[in-house]
């Protein structure tokens, strides 16, 4: 059981360690999964202290090179211990947090709601607009819809918890009419309307 200082400690450094991630990896999108996670939690009956953390920290290396998912799990190893983190929930932190990037079959019940909750964020308007805004400055529009509508396609079918499986389905009828939307305003030049 986390006690409330060791929240706070957790949330402070999560802040300073999102500061530096690109415009889609922020608090925001971390205060999304950490919803999801905890909503799936009380669902799905994992543990709600290992999800809580493990949503909060997953993307704590996201701004590095190599596997941000293995790098990120061995940071919060070391910071969680340092705040006095039970070691039990610590390496079951660090597991979660190491396979949230990855594909995988099975695992604990706290590492599919974790990978859930982080693709649930893609599965909501407010994901699919904050994945959407930053790489349209970048690249033609047609293109980043596309992109972005196949890496929604691929999730959908992946997804390990019932309680995961059904958000997104709830979710996706809602965000493909927006892909539609915005795939009809891109061809008249008036995307602006819908981001």
Known sequence: MLSAKQRREIVEFAEKRYK?????????????VVRFAVKLARMEHGDRDVCWTAAM???????EKGDHGARGAKQARKFLIGIGVDKDAVERIREVM?????????????????WDADKLDAFTLSGVKNRLVPSIRMRALKNTIKDARRQYLLYLGRFHTKTGKRLSKKESAAVNRYFTRLEKQAERGTYYKVI
Do not use: C, W
């Not at 530096?20 to 999304?32: E, L």
């Not at 920290?57 to 701004?63: E, F, G, N, P, S």
């Open 20 to 32: 530096s991630n690109d415009p889609v990896h922020t608090m925001k999108h971390i205060r999304r």
């Open 98 to 114: 190491y396979y949230h990037n990855k594909g995988f079959v099975g695992g604990s019940i706290e590492r599919q709601i974790v």
């Open 57 to 63: 920290l997953h993307d704590i290396a996201k701004d």
